[in-house]
């Protein structure tokens, strides 16, 4: 039901209703009327300002050349200007925002339109006097097109406030806007879809543009169509960067949501495994690598990964500390997975200077709590961030899986290693694959578990096996006691599977092809008894052998 408390003649309440959205249908098509005297109430005068000099947008034949242009356009005409001989001058210098102007010196600041007097009879209608200048600029050519107030306030809060601001100027029938060269183009088709609701705009540069008008003249409607316009093209990583890119003003409108969120999946999937695009990955703008880093999906081998990756980053684009730590801390720092880190990397973490010490102390102690966490609590607090923007708690899809370890020095130097497996986890490893724990330590050495589909050779049928690894290679030695367990139903405790000793080298495994003594079928069955809620429960005890 519509709130009946809506003003019908609010706009903002109209572009907020079906009426407003060009998908419904509803749009009514005014185009018979657009700039016809027997359809108009009033004259819009358009003075076309020359551009600064540049290159020009006409040669350009990609995105890229394009940004480039905008760009140069744009710090070309910040240059100051002299404004003592324009003071009594009452015309609206209205120029659009650039595409890739991410602020202003004044973002609060709104357009304001000038209304005069309209000249009488046909005067107006043919007025396109090019001579008409000023002390500080130079008007090349003058349009005046017949609109109807109406119209365009009912698509765009800023006519409606224009044509009903209570003041002697919102009855007169003249309204004078100024712009660049440049924007004609994209103003004409603006003021053409406000009454027809088509755009004939159909590249990426030329909808860019509109979309920037609209996003001016807040006609919301326009800026819609041109985002699901540009949806609809081929997106490349040159586009999906330009459009994360966008001023904020424009990336806070929810008419343009739908399009930054098909640039961010775009680019996380492009760059779902950063392995194989390093280089480029480095290249990436800040808006670039927030998209990849946002991503569930990003292969790495742990979340240490990501962490390394994004210092990396940071101190290659931010060459100084203070802005580095600002950056770490403001936007990439929400990234990084702190919960998902070893403990060993964790540590660093407290003594790197790139972050704030406070920051650093605050991430490192809520990741402990987590890891401290029992599991079915880790889920649930997955689960109550899942549709935030930081994803601390949600783990992704590592190469090699999150392990949580407890570390005993005396009586015998010893750890308990915990890895969780989740059903589907499990099945994808069938016929033949395996998959890897983070690494973990004791006595100095690195160790790892890799849970395999093996074939076992007495009953030539698969099954579960699992292993334990010493990562270091070479003539090391090293001699352990060793035992694997499993949660099983329906005590749900953990129940011993396979205990023996080994004498390590460098790069050697040993394990179990056959863990729980069954096929690949039974183990994966409904009534398994070792899947509880989804989740497989492993646990291996190292002790050193005196």
């Not at 050349?65 to 710090?75: C, L, V």
């Not at 399009?259 to 775009?266: C, E, G, M, P, S």
Request: proline share 4%; charged share 25%.
């Amino acid at each position: 039901m519509k709130d009946k408390n809506l003003d019908l003649f609010d706009p903002r309440s109209v572009m907020d209703s079906d009426y407003s959205s060009n998908a419904s249908g509803r749009d009514a098509d005014f185009a018979f009327a657009f700039n016809d005297s027997n359809f108009s109430d009033r004259l819009l005068r358009i003075e076309i300002m020359a551009d600064a000099p540049s290159d020009g947008a006409d040669g350009c034949q990609s995105l890229a050349d394009w940004a480039r242009h905008r760009k140069r356009r744009r710090e070309d005409t910040k240059k100051p200007v002299d404004a003592a001989g324009c003071a009594e001058e009452q015309i609206l210098n209205c120029n659009l925002a650039d595409v890739d102007d991410a602020g202003f010196e004044n973002e609060d600041e709104e357009p304001v339109a000038m209304n005069e007097e309209s000249p009488s009879g046909d005067e107006a209608a043919n007025s396109n006097d090019s001579n008409w200048s000023m002390d500080c600029s130079t008007v090349l050519t003058v349009k005046t097109l017949h609109i109807s107030s109406p119209i365009l306030a009912a698509k765009s809060p800023f006519f409606y406030k224009l044509f009903s601001n209570g003041m002697r100027e919102s009855e007169q029938r003249h309204v004078t806007l100024r712009i660049n060269a440049s924007e004609e183009a994209a103003l004409m088709e603006l003021l053409n879809f406000m009454y027809s609701n088509t755009l004939s705009a159909t590249t990426a540069p030329a909808l860019l543009d509109v979309l920037m008008a609209a996003d001016k003249f807040e006609v919301a409607s326009c800026m819609r169509h041109c985002s699901r316009l540009l949806r609809n093209l081929p997106m490349t990583p040159e586009s999906a960067l330009l459009y994360l890119e966008l001023p904020s003003s424009v990336l806070m409108a929810d008419a343009v949501q739908p399009l930054t969120d098909a640039a961010k999946q775009f680019l996380a999937a492009r760059y779902k495994d950063i392995t194989k695009f390093q280089e480029e990955v480095m290249s990436l703008p800040l808006a670039g690598i927030e998209a990849i880093l946002a991503s569930d999906d990003l292969q790495v081998a742990s979340e240490d990964a990501v962490y390394d990756l994004v210092l990396k980053w940071a101190r290659a684009q931010y060459p100084k500390l203070e802005e580095r730590k600002e950056i770490l801390g403001s936007r990439l720092g929400r990234y990084i997975r702190f919960p998902y880190m070893t403990c060993r990397k964790l540590k660093k973490v407290l003594t790197c200077n790139d972050f704030d010490h406070d920051l650093a102390s605050k991430v490192v102690l809520e990741s402990l709590f987590f890891k401290a966490e029992a599991p079915h609590r880790q889920r649930a607090l997955a689960a109550e961030e899942s549709a935030t923007s930081s994803r601390r708690f949600v783990e992704r899809a590592y190469k090699y899986r999150p392990i949580k370890v407890i570390e005993f020095e005396m009586p015998r130097h010893q750890c308990v290693v915990y890895l969780d497996l989740k059903r589907e986890e499990c099945a994808n490893l069938f016929p033949n694959g395996r998959v890897y724990s983070q690494a973990f330590h004791l006595g100095g050495q690195g160790f790892f578990l890799s849970a395999h589909c093996n074939m076992d050779q007495q009953n030539s049928s698969n099954c579960f096996g699992l292993f334990l690894g010493m990562q270091e290679k070479g003539s090391v030695t090293f001699a352990v006691d060793y035992e694997f367990s499993a949660r099983s139903k329906p005590t749900e405790e953990y129940i011993s599977k396979y205990k023996g000793n080994y004498t390590f080298t460098g790069g050697k495994a040993v394990g179990y092809r056959n863990l729980f003594a069954i096929s690949w079928v039974s183990f994966m069955a409904e009534d398994s008894l070792y899947f509880i809620n989804g989740i497989l429960h492993l646990r291996a005890e190292l002790t050193i052998r005196n």
